[in-house]
């Protein structure tokens, strides 16, 4: 899993902000990181939000990738920690110089960054589910 793809998207769903349902069926946030990323109120129950999601899919683990380069990063990685012991969740992060590139031929992916998409084994499109579970989303809908 892109560790801050699905947590600035939770983050993004919770505050009420704008997210898209693309063409492809994945959900955005309009949210550009560039290089820079900040723990918010709102981060854990985002998290949260995104481990119950995994639970409700049946998921028996999950491993976060984060880019170690985003200032945070390695906040972000303790609070993943913290909240999988928490709602007793197994997962494993890895801190890796770019999460893209690291989940290029990887299975089960789950991102929403096109350039991951396009490149990996396999993915699964988790955001739906949480966003629809999420009842402060602000969602729209691109259609041909």
Request: aromatic share 6%.
């Amino acid at each position: 899993m892109d560790a801050l793809n699905a947590v600035v998207l939770m983050e993004t769903a919770l505050s009420g902000s704008l997210l898209i349902r693309c063409l492809d069926g994945c959900i955005r946030d309009l949210s550009g990181l560039s290089g820079t990323y900040a723990i918010i109120a709102a981060t854990d129950p985002a998290i949260d939000a995104v481990l119950q999601g995994l639970q409700k899919a049946q998921a028996g683990r999950a491993v976060f990738w984060i880019d170690a380069p985003v200032s945070n990063s390695g906040r972000l990685r303790s609070h993943l920690l913290a909240r999988g012991e928490a709602l007793q969740f197994p997962l494993e992060t890895r801190m890796v110089h770019n999460a893209d590139v690291a989940l290029r031929n990887q299975e089960n992916v789950i991102s929403g960054d096109s350039i991951v998409l396009e490149n990996c084994r396999t993915w699964y499109n988790l955001y739906p589910q949480l966003v629809e579970a999420c009842p402060a989303a602000w969602l729209i809908e691109i259609r041909p």
